[in-house]
């Protein structure tokens, strides 16, 4: 089951008895689990027929007790067991006698970072419950998110804001809000959010900065290339996550102009690479900038840039600016 087809479910009032949330996308994960909570069991009846456990503490007898301790004045009984992963093998082999007679009345949630499906539990969950699994959202995702997001508290984005808001965040759907909530205690009464506002509200992150530093490097403008790898080092950002950004642009790039190359339409690129469709025009202008053998070169550049961050005792700063220097001489 997707996180969308819970979320139907839920519209249609089919619960699953058994439920395992996992997934390193929490932001999506609390909201579903929250709206399972007020769908399932009204606040006035909560002390009775709601309950927590973790993982790392729970007694299984007492969860189980639980489990089939029918709800109060209620309609079903929801307990969910947070930090699920921590459950041991043994704990899990206790509740499998649960798991193959579940309670109806009973709707028992398991939360977790990750899971190892190979176990016998989650073989077992398969046949009376759902694994639910909320992954990180690609880049161009996250669009069709911030607009939704804005639309719930009634603002909405021009598109310049909008294009700029994605390139200073990341993929992170909790960081994603917490900026968006940011921007609407900004605006106030306003409605509308434009390039000045996020200006003044989002902090200027490394994805911007590093996008800029490989325009400046496919424009071969080696002052400002120099001057922004510089100012991604006075900002702390260590010498291997600069190569390791530079590296996926790169890729992306590449990858661009073999998509160009099969004659794949413009708008379908995003999509195929994977990444945000503001973005788009910028990356393909970038990667017609390049000949494959030049992309074969640059990699090599990375890979001896790579070695010798890791393997010598040379300057970090200075091993970048070399490599800078070779990339707009490329």
């Known amino acids: 089951m997707t996180p969308t087809e819970l979320n139907r479910a839920l519209d249609q009032g089919q619960i699953p008895t058994l439920l395992f949330l996992y997934g390193e996308e929490t932001y999506l994960r609390d909201r579903s689990l929250e709206r399972l909570r007020d769908f399932l069991v009204p606040a006035d009846a909560r002390d009775f027929n709601f309950n927590i456990f973790y993982g790392k503490d729970v007694l299984v007898e007492t969860l189980v007790d639980t ?9 079903h009984r929801l307990i969910v067991v947070k930090d699920a992963q921590n459950l041991s093998a043994g704990q899990l082999d206790q509740l499998l006698p649960y798991l193959q007679h579940p309670v109806d009345e009973t709707i028992l949630v398991f939360v977790a970072d990750k899971i190892d499906g190979r176990k016998k539990f989650f073989q077992e969950f398969k046949k009376n419950g759902e694994l639910v699994e909320f992954k990180q959202p690609y880049d161009n995702q996250i669009p069709a998110f911030v607009r939704e997001h804005a639309r719930s508290a009634g603002k909405s984005f021009t598109e310049e804001g909008m294009a700029l808001f994605c390139r200073r965040v990341s993929n992170n759907l909790q960081e994603i809000d917490g900026e968006l909530t940011k921007l609407y205690g900004y605006l106030g009464k306003a409605d509308l959010i434009d390039v000045a506002d996020v200006r003044a509200v989002v902090s200027d992150t490394r994805v911007e900065s590093v996008f800029d ?6 424009n071969r403008n080696a002052a400002e290339a120099l001057r922004l790898l510089r100012r991604l080092h006075d900002e702390g950002t260590a010498s291997l996550l600069i190569l390791s950004m530079l590296t996926r642009h790169y890729r992306q790039l590449w990858k661009i102009q073999e998509l160009l190359n099969q004659n794949v339409a413009r708008k379908d690129i995003p999509r195929q690479v994977g990444v945000n469709p503001y973005f788009a025009d910028g990356l393909i202008r970038q990667a017609g900038r390049f000949s494959a ?18 393997s010598s005792g040379a300057d970090a700063e200075a091993l970048m600016e070399e490599l800078v220097l070779n990339l707009v001489a490329e």
């Not at 089939?68 to 309609?75: I, K, M, Q």
């Not at 530093?213 to 496919?218: E, P």
């Open 67 to 75: 489990a089939r301790t029918f709800p109060v004045f209620a309609s």
């Open 213 to 218: 530093l490989t325009n400046a490097l496919g």
């Open 293 to 310: 053998r030049q992309f074969r070169r640059i990699f090599e550049l990375f890979l001896h840039t790579d070695l010798a961050l890791k």
